[in-house]
């Protein structure tokens, strides 16, 4: 399977939990580097909750070591971080690495949870009175497949496809297959060492290393620490290369070309592929804009996200991929990227909207946008408003205005037309429900001239 250097398509933005620590700091989750949210998993609990296990007998013991080593494919009960049991599924094995050792350990993906919670686990964590029997999943499919209505039978497939809309069966397999197993555990970026959720294509040479680290300034990754010092001795970067288009207070964002700064462009999608789980669809990065966010301090400008969007699109796309870095989730950053996009929109005197398809963390952060930009304008608005209007004003693209009234109930068809039904209590309330805004976007320090227009 060929991998692209572009990242596009699945959005995700700042409501993932964070999932790093810094070097020299003590870390802040009880069970382990990752703090979660609810949809991410279970919650870390105090180790000491799991209850005393009665004594085995031989006849258990033995009945425990036959099934040993545990098959690909088999189901078992996991004990997680948080000290509970969570079905599993092992994706992969491997011996452990001491000589004398023939014990296993295990790659297992948590089946009620994302991907991105996939991790190795040792055999003392498993509960082998729970191993299900190893089933052919080709006929499992089958058989489940006789037993479902056709209603029932898509939305299946709907759910197991989501975030991979472009790639039919075989495609998605070799995809799944082929990135079932994190290649890289760590990265060290800055001051931050971060927990990765995903694989990523890394050069060959660099598939037995579980940590790599980052120059935070030009994105070179090298396989040990003392090779990062001496090239932070003489990389004379303090910020991404590129154009400073944009800067209030201690934020700034470089305006990146990837014909330019090739390199550049394909280390930060290694890099972004490590927390995005999702397709292949771009060979080059010459045709992609990358806009990196940056905290600025005197030590230089350190990343704290980023956007890439097409030189030239004709499907009126204004952003291909973005990303919140873990350590800066949960801020606003994720926010403040896609309103940055639909500022750069209005620049340029076009309507955008994001690359599909979206994640469902990408629709919730894109939904949660267009709802406050539209009921901000309607709360204000005296008299009659159109969604042409509406879409004039914001930037935001008719159907995902139409689509975001449409699933707040505040637009009825009418004689042949969309009518816009504005009750001022309903705004308040979905504006409560839509939560804060974030960080907002000063225009006026915006100093940035659209790709067309540059000779």
């Not at 995700?12 to 979660?36: K, V, Y």
């Not at 085995?56 to 098959?71: I, V, W």
């Not at 305006?255 to 080059?284: I, M, P, R, S, W």
């Not at 205005?401 to 449409?406: H, K, M, R, V």
């Amino acid at each position: 399977m060929r991998f692209s250097f572009e990242c596009s398509g699945e959005i995700m933005g700042s409501l993932e939990a964070p999932t790093s620590t810094e070097n020299g700091g003590s870390n802040p989750s009880p069970g382990g580097s990752r703090n979660h949210t609810a949809g991410d998993g279970p919650l870390p609990a105090a180790a000491n909750s799991t209850p005393a296990q009665p004594p085995e007998n031989d006849a258990t013991r033995k009945r425990k070591a036959s099934m040993l080593p545990l098959e690909v494919g088999t189901r078992v009960m996991c004990r997680w971080r948080d000290a509970k049991f969570h079905p599993v599924k092992v994706i992969e094995r491997r011996k452990m690495p001491t000589p004398a050792s023939n014990d296993y350990e295990y790659y297992v993906h948590y089946t009620e949870f994302n991907r991105r919670l996939d991790e190795w686990v040792k055999l003392e964590q498993l509960d082998l009175d729970s191993v299900e029997t190893v089933v052919d999943e080709k006929v499992e499919d089958k058989v489940t497949s006789l037993k479902m209505t056709r209603h029932q039978k898509r939305k299946i497939d709907e759910t197991h496809v989501e975030g991979h809309e472009e790639l039919d069966a075989a495609s998605l397999r070799e995809h799944e297959e082929f990135t079932k197993v994190k290649n890289i555990a760590t990265v060290e970026l800055g001051r931050y060492e971060i927990e990765t959720w995903y694989f990523s294509p890394f050069p060959p040479e660099y598939n037995d290393s579980l940590k790599l680290y980052f120059c935070e300034f030009c994105l070179t990754f090298m396989k040990r620490k003392e090779q990062l010092q001496r090239h932070m001795r003489k990389c004379d970067l303090k910020h991404p290369p590129g154009d400073e288009i944009y800067r209030s207070g201690t934020l700034s964002m470089f305006e990146v070309d990837g014909k330019k700064n090739k390199v550049y462009g394909q280390n930060l999608c290694y890099l972004a592929k490590l927390f995005l789980d999702h397709k292949t669809l771009y060979y080059d990065v010459d045709l992609f804009l990358f806009y990196v966010l940056c905290e600025c301090d005197d030590r230089g400008c350190h990343m704290v996200g980023y956007f890439s969007k097409e030189k030239h699109s004709e499907e009126s796309y204004n952003l291909a991929c973005i990303l919140t870095l873990p350590p800066y989730q949960r801020k606003g950053y994720g926010k403040f990227l896609i309103a940055f996009s639909y500022e750069l929109s209005k620049k340029e005197g076009k309507v955008g909207t994001p690359e599909r398809p979206l994640s469902d963390l990408g629709l919730l952060s894109y939904r949660g946008y267009w709802t406050r930009v539209l009921l901000d304008i309607l709360k204000k608005h005296k008299g009659n408003i159109s969604i042409k209007e509406l879409s004039d004003m914001t930037a935001i693209k008719a159907e995902d205005i139409l689509s975001t009234l449409q699933g707040l109930e505040l637009i009825q068809y009418r004689k042949g037309q969309h009518v816009i039904c504005a009750d001022p209590k309903v705004l308040d309330r979905h504006l409560k429900a839509a939560g804060r805004g974030g960080l907002e976007v000063d225009v006026c320090k915006l100093i940035w001239t659209p790709y067309k227009e540059q000779s």
